[in-house]
């Protein structure tokens, strides 16, 4: 019998210490940190990247022309020394200038490596939405889209 009473006072410990952990687990608050990607701009990436992946002359441009890494753009004036200024990476440029969402900024940048080629740092007190693309051929190179609010 005595065994018995240190099994159930074991047992009621057990279901208390479980019943408190439920009662504070509900009770306290639960931040949301709702970080997904503005429809906007989602769209805008869908677009510039079907684009560019289907776009042979975009294609062709960001893997033959395009032999150095570096942006293809000078968003808000942070990346002058890398900017590349062929005529069909300007073709590029005014492809993506309609679908940029108003009041961001966008980067376009092309590089052979899975991380970023930029020298410059992206302003990281924003909250940046970057998708890519990996463009095969004898010398494959990614394609990276950067947007960020002004």
């Known amino acids: 019998m005595v065994n018995k009473k240190g099994f159930i006072r074991t047992m009621e410990a057990v279901l208390a210490i479980i019943l408190l952990l439920t009662l504070v ?11 997904s990607k503005p429809n906007s701009i989602k769209q805008a990436h869908s677009a510039v990247l079907s684009e ?6 975009f294609r062709d441009c960001l893997l033959d022309v ?24 300007i073709s590029i440029n005014k492809f ?20 970023s080629c930029l020298q410059g740092t992206l302003p990281v007190e924003k909250t940046i939405f970057t998708e890519s693309i990996m463009l095969a ?13 002004e």
């Not at 687990?25 to 970080?35: E, G, L, R, S, W």
């Not at 108003?102 to 899975?114: F, M, T, W």
């Not at 990614?142 to 609010?149: A, C, G, L, T």
């Open 137 to 149: 051929s004898d010398n494959p190179k990614i394609f990276r889209v950067y947007f960020w609010d």
């Open 52 to 57: 560019v992946s289907i776009n042979q002359t």
């Open 96 to 115: 993506i200038e309609p679908y940029t969402p108003h009041g961001y900024v966008y980067l376009a940048e092309i590089c052979d490596q899975s991380k």
């Open 25 to 35: 687990n509900t009770i306290t608050p639960k931040q949301d940190f709702d970080i």
């Open 66 to 89: 395009t032999r150095a890494n570096g942006a293809l753009n000078n968003a808000s004036s942070q990346y002058p020394e890398r900017i590349l200024q062929t005529p069909c990476v």
